[in-house]
């Protein structure tokens, strides 16, 4: 008797009653772990789609490392391009400005290099008058003009 006072002083009951609620409890699980499974299928991703993933991305920090080389020799050269271009303009603006000095001199070649014309002039009534110079240097159109004719 001292024994059947334990199993009805226990809150769960004997033995049997605590079988009983155990099975209860697995049966519950069981019928959880369905819908725990799809739950837990449906939040995995397919493993085509990591992978597919995966490839896509180690190909475009592949290209994305290309593109970066070939960006830095497109700068490259585009620097060695405008220093070029900067060293042109600065040659060309020291060209105009001393244009100005070179048509001087141009004018000053050709004043040393007209020839000396002398002849003698008759006038009636007068004697022969010996005159002499240098021929005329005309405008650079007609410079331009008479060397068209060579």
């Given at each position: 008797e001292g024994h059947a006072a334990r199993r009805s002083d226990s809150p769960h009951g004997g033995p049997e009653q605590q079988w009983i609620v155990h099975e209860r409890l697995l049966a519950k699980l069981e019928g959880e772990r369905v819908s725990i499974f799809k739950q837990v299928e449906n939040l995995r991703v397919p493993v085509e789609d990591a992978h597919r993933a995966e490839w896509e991305q180690k190909t475009r920090l592949a290209e994305i490392a290309d593109l970066k080389v070939r960006l830095q020799e497109a700068e490259g050269r585009l620097a060695?391009?405008?220093?070029?271009?900067?060293?042109?303009?600065?040659?060309?603006?020291?060209?105009?400005?001393?244009?100005?000095?070179?048509?001087?001199?141009?004018?000053?070649?050709?004043?040393?290099?007209?020839?000396?014309?002398?002849?003698?002039?008759?006038?009636?009534?007068?004697?022969?008058?010996?005159?002499?110079?240098?021929?005329r240097c005309g405008s650079h159109a007609e410079m331009a003009d008479s060397s068209k004719g060579f």
């Open positions: 060695k391009g405008q220093e070029v271009l900067v060293r042109a303009s600065q040659e060309l603006e020291e060209l105009k400005a001393a244009a100005p000095g070179w048509q001087a001199d141009l004018d000053k070649a050709r004043m040393l290099t007209r020839p000396r014309l002398e002849g003698v002039c008759y006038n009636p009534g007068q004697l022969p008058e010996k005159v002499g110079g240098f021929a």
